[in-house]
C-alpha cells in the first residue's frame, strides 16, 4: 500500500510515520512545507490511501488560517481528482471548528470541502475533530500547553497558567497513532459524521501542572509516578521526552562504609522500595528480622550465601546465591536473616522492600542469625 502523508515532519505526521514503519509500511509518500510541490502531483497519482495532516496552528496574520488549513485542502483535492484517484482521505481537523474564531472557521471549512469531496466522488473520507494531543515530539509553544509545560519546567523555566481549574479534553500521540491506523485498515470508530480517538482524558489544568512539577522532584525524593493511571502513565512519558540532552542522568547518593555500600534507587508508595547492596570480600550485612516488611535479594555480581534463622528457633537455613546463577531470595517476616559475600571481589545485590524506608518506624529488629 502507497501511503501518502502530508505535514509529515509535524507532530502527529512524525509520530504517525515512525508507527506505519514499525508495522511494515514502507512506501509512504512524506510531503512537508519544504518538500518540492512538484511531487506532490506524483504522490497524489501513485497513493492508495491519505493522511491529510497538514495545517497551520501560529500563524504569523489571521489570513494564513484560512490559506494552510483551507486553501492546500484544495489543492490536494484537485491533484487526487486530477488523476482521478479514489484513495480514501484521513484529515486532521480540531474541536475548535465548532467555534467562530479565525482558525475554528478555517477548519470547519477544510471539513466541508472534504465532505463535499467524498459525497461528489464517491471516496470515502474520516475527519477527526481533535481535542488537545499531547505527547513525544511536540513543539513547545506551538502544538500544546503540555509541550510547553514539560518543556519549561524540566528546565526551570517560569509557566504562566491564567486559570488552573480550567478542563481540557486531552488524547495521548499513541492513541491517536493508533486509531488512524485503524482507519487505514477500516476499523476506525466514529460518531456521527466524524470519526474519533477513542481513549479521551479530562483534566484540570492546575492538576497537569501538579503532576509535571511532581515528575521534576521525583529525581530528588527517588519516587516513581503512579504507573497504574493512564493518564499519569503517558504523561510521565511526555515529560522525560523534554528532558535536556545534557541531564539524562542525575546521581543517586551512596551510603559508603568499610563494608561497602547502600543505594536507594526507586520509592513508591504501593510498590515499595528498589536499592542496590554492594558488599566488600568477607563482609557480613543484616543480622535482624522484621514484623511485616518483607524483601528480595536478587545478586547480579560476585557470590555469597544468605542465611535465615526463625526467631525462636535455632535451626540456621542457607542459600547460596552467585550473579552467575540470577536467583530470587524472599525474606519472610519473623526470620532474622543476613547475607555474607564469599567471593574474592565485591558482591552486588538488588534488594526490593514491600514499603520504602520509614525512619520513624522501620520495622527492623537487630538479632544475630
Same mark, same amino acid.
Given at each position: 500500500?502507497?501511503i501518502?502523508?502530508?505535514g509529515?515532519?509535524?507532530?502527529?505526521?512524525?509520530?504517525l510515520?515512525?508507527?506505519?514503519?514499525?508495522?511494515?509500511?514502507?512506501?509512504?509518500?512524506?510531503?512537508?512545507?519544504?518538500t518540492d510541490?512538484?511531487?506532490?502531483d #506524483?504522490y497524489?497519482?501513485?497513493?492508495?490511501?491519505?493522511?491529510?495532516l497538514?495545517?497551520?496552528?501560529?500563524?504569523?496574520n489571521?489570513?494564513?488560517?484560512?490559506?494552510?488549513n483551507?486553501?492546500? +485542502?484544495s489543492?490536494?483535492?484537485?491533484?487526487?481528482?486530477?488523476?482521478?484517484?479514489?484513495a480514501?482521505?484521513?484529515?486532521?481537523s480540531?474541536i475548535?471548528?465548532?467555534?467562530d474564531n479565525?482558525?475554528?472557521?478555517?477548519?470547519?471549512?477544510?471539513?466541508d470541502?472534504?465532505?463535499?469531496y467524498g459525497?461528489?466522488n464517491?471516496?470515502?473520507?474520516?475527519?477527526?475533530?481533535?481535542?488537545?494531543?499531547f505527547?513525544k515530539?511536540?513543539?513547545?509553544?506551538?502544538?500544546?500547553?503540555i509541550?510547553?509545560?514539560?518543556?519549561?519546567?524540566?528546565?526551570?523555566l517560569?509557566?504562566k497558567?491564567?486559570d488552573?481549574t480550567? #478542563?481540557?479534553?486531552l488524547?495521548?500521540?499513541?492513541?491517536?497513532?493508533?486509531?488512524?491506523?485503524?482507519?487505514?485498515n477500516?476499523?476506525?470508530?466514529?460518531?456521527?459524521n466524524?470519526c474519533?480517538?477513542?481513549?479521551?482524558?479530562?483534566?484540570?489544568l492546575?492538576?497537569?501542572?501538579?503532576?509535571?512539577?511532581?515528575f521534576?522532584?521525583s529525581?530528588?525524593?527517588?519516587?516513581?509516578?503512579?504507573?497504574?493511571?493512564s493518564?499519569?502513565?503517558?504523561?510521565y512519558s511526555?515529560?522525560l521526552?523534554?528532558?535536556? #540532552?545534557?541531564?539524562?542522568?542525575?546521581?543517586?547518593?551512596?551510603n559508603i562504609?568499610n563494608?561497602?555500600?547502600f +543505594?536507594?534507587?526507586?520509592?513508591?508508595?504501593?510498590?515499595?522500595?528498589?536499592?542496590?547492596?554492594?558488599?566488600?570480600?568477607?563482609?557480613?550485612?543484616?543480622?535482624?528480622?522484621?514484623h511485616?516488611?518483607?524483601e528480595?535479594?536478587l545478586?547480579?555480581?560476585?557470590?555469597g550465601?544468605?542465611?535465615?534463622?526463625k526467631?525462636d528457633?535455632?535451626?540456621?537455613?542457607?542459600y547460596?546465591?552467585?550473579?552467575?546463577?540470577?536467583?530470587?531470595?524472599?525474606i519472610p517476616?519473623?526470620?532474622?536473616h543476613?547475607?555474607?559475600?564469599?567471593?574474592?571481589?565485591?558482591?552486588?545485590?538488588?534488594?526490593w522492600?514491600?514499603?520504602?524506608?520509614?525512619p520513624?518506624?522501620?520495622?527492623?529488629?537487630?538479632?544475630e542469625?
Amino acid at each position: 500500500m502507497k501511503i501518502l502523508v502530508t505535514g509529515a515532519k509535524g507532530f502527529i505526521g512524525k509520530n504517525l510515520v515512525a508507527e506505519l514503519r514499525n508495522r511494515g509500511y514502507n512506501e509512504i509518500y512524506e510531503f512537508d512545507r519544504e518538500t518540492d510541490k512538484n511531487l506532490l502531483d #506524483e504522490y497524489t497519482k501513485k497513493c492508495d490511501f491519505v493522511y491529510h495532516l497538514a495545517g497551520v496552528n501560529r500563524p504569523k496574520n489571521e489570513e494564513e488560517f484560512m490559506k494552510g488549513n483551507f486553501g492546500f +485542502t484544495s489543492e490536494l483535492l484537485e491533484l487526487l481528482k486530477k488523476h482521478n484517484n479514489k484513495a480514501p482521505i484521513l484529515i486532521t481537523s480540531s474541536i475548535q471548528a465548532e467555534r467562530d474564531n479565525p482558525y475554528g472557521r478555517s477548519k470547519k471549512a477544510g471539513e466541508d470541502l472534504i465532505f463535499k469531496y467524498g459525497k461528489e466522488n464517491n471516496v470515502k473520507v474520516f475527519v477527526y475533530r481533535l481535542p488537545n494531543v499531547f505527547g513525544k515530539w511536540s513543539r513547545p509553544n506551538y502544538n500544546s500547553a503540555i509541550a510547553t509545560f514539560c518543556y519549561n519546567i524540566s528546565r526551570d523555566l517560569p509557566i504562566k497558567v491564567n486559570d488552573p481549574t480550567v #478542563e481540557l479534553t486531552l488524547v495521548y500521540i499513541d492513541d491517536v497513532v493508533n486509531e488512524f491506523i485503524r482507519a487505514l485498515n477500516n476499523t476506525e470508530n466514529r460518531k456521527g459524521n466524524f470519526c474519533k480517538v477513542p481513549v479521551e482524558h479530562k483534566k484540570k489544568l492546575g492538576e497537569i501542572v501538579e503532576l509535571i512539577y511532581s515528575f521534576k522532584k521525583s529525581r530528588e525524593d527517588k519516587t516513581i509516578p503512579d504507573m497504574s493511571d493512564s493518564f499519569i502513565k503517558k504523561l510521565y512519558s511526555t515529560y522525560l521526552s523534554f528532558l535536556p #540532552e545534557d541531564q539524562f542522568s542525575y546521581e543517586l547518593k551512596m551510603n559508603i562504609d568499610n563494608r561497602g555500600s547502600f +543505594t536507594e534507587f526507586i520509592k513508591t508508595i504501593d510498590r515499595g522500595q528498589v536499592s542496590v547492596n554492594i558488599s566488600k570480600p568477607g563482609i557480613v550485612k543484616g543480622n535482624h528480622w522484621h514484623h511485616t516488611k518483607n524483601e528480595k535479594f536478587l545478586v547480579v555480581s560476585g557470590k555469597g550465601v544468605i542465611r535465615f534463622r526463625k526467631i525462636d528457633s535455632d535451626e540456621v537455613i542457607e542459600y547460596y546465591v552467585s550473579g552467575d546463577k540470577l536467583e530470587v531470595i524472599d525474606i519472610p517476616p519473623g526470620y532474622t536473616h543476613n547475607i555474607e559475600n564469599l567471593g574474592d571481589t565485591d558482591m552486588v545485590t538488588i534488594m526490593w522492600a514491600n514499603e520504602p524506608f520509614d525512619p520513624e518506624n522501620p520495622d527492623t529488629y537487630y538479632l544475630e542469625v
